[in-house]
């Protein structure tokens, strides 16, 4: 597939000589939903922000489309929809008028047809006659996305989307996502609920420190990095862990009924097959086996741990 955002070396330092970016190289191809992962103070904002020509860059290239958002900045721009973190409205405006104004902005002709459409993807159609300062923090959210989508970008950034938002919102608002992908569109989203990422992404990016860890596919991602978790339905309480089983790092439930074995799927050797054996030489029946696999939150933490 043809990558729409290409990023090569990109770093940005500020005169006090912290650096938010160290180098930063990433493609994103066209129509594929990307999560960007990272703690607080890791640089996700800042990459955005160079993208968009928010932030001025140190060093580097970073293209959208084909045009360089350095030296091409308004052709760049046009192809891109942003949702910051902050919620930046007119509380006074109407939401009609709010996201038809942001669509003028890019020297768009009016298109109410289209508008309409959006406002009805988001749930906002009842309110398009509404004040912002009438909204819910939720609903305020909602125009964001409105007025992001409201010149057809190709590309579409959310930065902690779903702040604020209540479950049932958030989940209106990942369908909407799901559909731009289905149309083509390209979804860059950082966020903080990253069972999201775990559902709607389709690869994973991991930075910290202002430099990129892995690009890679999700499914491939937690398969590499994924720690599984065996749990062992006993036939019979066990009110303690003979000597024999000392070696295993084993977790026994409080009715002592389950036993709990973690293991590395990277490692050549699970150890499942001897505990199984070690078990029934002592005596333990096993009634039945559960095998659990880490989240995407575990497969990230795992993986900032290791790299800091």
């Known amino acids: 597939m043809t990558a729409i955002i290409s990023i090569r070396d990109l770093t940005k330092s500020y005169d006090n000589g912290f650096e938010a970016l160290k180098g930063v190289s990433l493609e994103i ?11 607080n103070g890791a640089g996700k904002t800042t990459l955005i922000g160079a993208i968009c020509g928010l932030v001025t860059i140190s060093s580097g290239q970073a293209s959208v489309g084909g045009f360089d958002v350095v030296k091409e900045p308004r052709r760049a721009r046009r192809l891109i929809g942003l949702v910051p973190q902050e919620i930046a409205l007119d509380l006074f405006e109407t ?3 709010s996201v038809r104004f942001t669509r003028g902005l890019f020297g768009l002709p009016r298109d109410d047809a289209h508008i309409e459409k959006v406002l009805k993807s988001l749930s906002l159609w009842d309110k398009k006659d509404n004040q912002c300062k009438e909204l819910s923090g939720g609903m305020k959210r909602r125009v964001m996305i409105a007025k992001a989508l409201s010149h057809n970008p190709e590309v579409l950034f959310l930065d902690e989307p779903t702040a604020g938002v209540d479950v049932n919102l ?14 083509g569109v390209t979804v860059i989203l950082t966020t903080h609920y990253i069972e999201e990422a775990e559902e709607m992404a389709d690869r994973v990016a991991v930075i910290n420190k202002g430099a990129i860890l892995l690009v890679e596919d999700k499914t491939q991602l937690m398969q590499s990095f994924g720690r599984k978790v065996l749990t062992l339905d006993l036939g019979e309480p066990l009110t303690s862990l003979p000597e ?13 009924t389950q036993l709990s074995y973690a293991y590395d799927t990277r490692e050549a050797r699970t150890g499942i097959t001897r505990l199984i054996t070690d078990l029934a030489a002592a005596g333990i029946h096993v009634r039945d086996l559960d095998s659990t696999k880490s989240s995407l939150e575990d497969v990230f933490l795992d993986l900032v741990e290791e790299k800091v």
């Open 29 to 39: 191809e066209k129509g594929e939903i990307i999560a960007l992962l990272g703690p």
């Open 95 to 97: 939401v009609w008028n």
């Open 170 to 183: 958030r989940r209106d608002m990942w369908k909407v996502v799901a559909d731009l992908r289905d149309t």
């Open 244 to 256: 024999s089983l000392a070696a295993y790092d084993l977790t026994r439930s409080e009715d002592g």
